[in-house]
């Protein structure tokens, strides 16, 4: 029996993505096959303990620069705490928590990193385990395949 070979899309070098549970909408992106896992930019991130004794951890995603940005911080109950090894080398220890991303108007649950991106251009890294996971071919020549492609069929149905 002949297995059925599931066809590849093609994303760019960066993209627009939305992540619809924290109604953020056409966050820049730039894929890099170089990273594992996924990152997003935050700042206060801190952990609280609530009524119950649980632990929950605090952050503002993005930041005032962004037009989404609304400056309400956001609270997580699950995450986890993980080694990261940036782009320089350095092993960082991070907070990951589960995300709802949407590129090419699908949702994938994969996890991101969370960490200080404002030194850096785009505040979102998309990584090898959502390439994988969502069977992406990246073609660096290209830009923002997600959203045009989202474009055109949107035209084409009205």
Known sequence: MKKKRIAKRIVG??????????????VEAKVDTGA???????????????????????????????????????EFEEFGLRD????N??????YVIR??????????????SLSDRSDMKYPVLL???LLRHGRFVVDVSRRNVSSKAHLAATSLRS
């Not at 996924?38 to 649980?54: E, F, Q």
């Not at 080398?89 to 991070?94: A, L, P």
């Not at 995300?99 to 991101?112: K, M, S, V």
């Open 89 to 94: 080398g350095d092993v960082q220890e991070r």
């Open 84 to 87: 990261i090894k940036s782009s």
């Open 36 to 74: 594992y896992t996924s990152a997003i930019h935050c700042s206060n991130i801190h952990l609280a303990t609530d009524a119950d004794g649980r632990q929950r951890l605090h952050v503002q995603l993005l930041d005032p620069s962004h037009p989404d940005f609304d400056g309400r911080p956001m």
């Open 99 to 112: 995300a709802i991303l949407r590129i090419f108007g699908e949702d994938f649950n994969t996890e991101f």
């Open 13 to 26: 070098r960066r993209e627009l993505v939305d992540f619809p549970q924290f109604q953020l909408w056409g």
């Open 127 to 129: 990584g090898r385990r």
